[in-house]
């Protein structure tokens, strides 16, 4: 009797410990694809980094006015040597520019321009809504980016990266800086 209270006890202490862990960690709760490596040997493997896939999660809030908010998943790709993660239908745009379409892994400095010799990674963020561009982009020492590889895809982290506003039209609650974290991985 004493081992299965002792059973169901431990049980539910396990339970709701996982619970409150996936709570906290929102980022990675992408669906996985399945992984059928086993049933159809000859299809490579394409699940990616956390079920990421060509796919990424942008979220971003105002330094001083935590009104201002962007949040949102969408297509991750490279495009003409630069990283672009979009969701069209908002029309935000994040991009990470290394000066090449294929860094090595490692953790790049937020810098104006992008140099994979010497670590650095230039990051901006747009926002086209109501026929305005607002733009924000980082400088020297405002955070830092990680780069994985990881089953064939390229797998992109941060966290609490500062831009600054940098575009003609960000005026009023656009002038301030942006706190940004990004998470998603594209395929090599």
């Keep these: 009797m004493k ?7 431990g049980l539910l202490i396990s339970i709701i410990s996982f619970a409150q862990q996936a709570a906290s960690d929102t980022w990675s709760n992408v669906t996985q694809a399945s992984d059928d490596r086993y049933t159809n040997p000859k299809k490579p493997l394409y699940a990616g980094p956390n079920g990421w896939y060509n796919f990424g999660e ?9 009104t201002l908010k962007f ?3 969408g ?3 490279e495009t003409m040597g630069m990283f ?3 969701d069209q239908g908002k029309l935000q745009t994040f ?3 290394f000066g090449t379409a294929e860094p090595a892994a490692g953790t790049y400095q937020i810098s104006k321009e992008g140099n994979t010799a010497q670590k650095k990674v230039a990051v901006s963020f747009s926002d086209v ?7 924000w982009s980082g400088s020297d020492g405002s955070g830092s980016v990680t780069v994985s590889k990881i089953n064939g895809f390229l797998y992109f982290k941060c966290r609490n990266v500062v831009l600054n506003a940098s575009g003609v039209y960000n005026e009023g609650n656009f002038k301030q800086s942006l706190k ?3 998470e998603g991985a594209v395929k090599l």
């Excluded at 081992?3 to 006890?9: E, G, H, K, R």
């Excluded at 971003?60 to 935590?66: D, L, V």
């Excluded at 809504?129 to 733009?135: E, L, M, P, T, V």
């Design 3 to 9: 081992s299965t209270v002792l059973l169901i006890a």
């Design 129 to 135: 809504a109501n026929k305005k561009i607002k733009d």
């Design 95 to 97: 991009t990470l520019d």
């Design 71 to 73: 949040a949102y998943k």
């Design 84 to 86: 672009v993660l979009v």
């Design 75 to 77: 297509g991750f790709n």
């Design 180 to 182: 940004i974290g990004i």
């Design 58 to 66: 942008v979220r971003a809030e105002g330094s001083t006015n935590t």
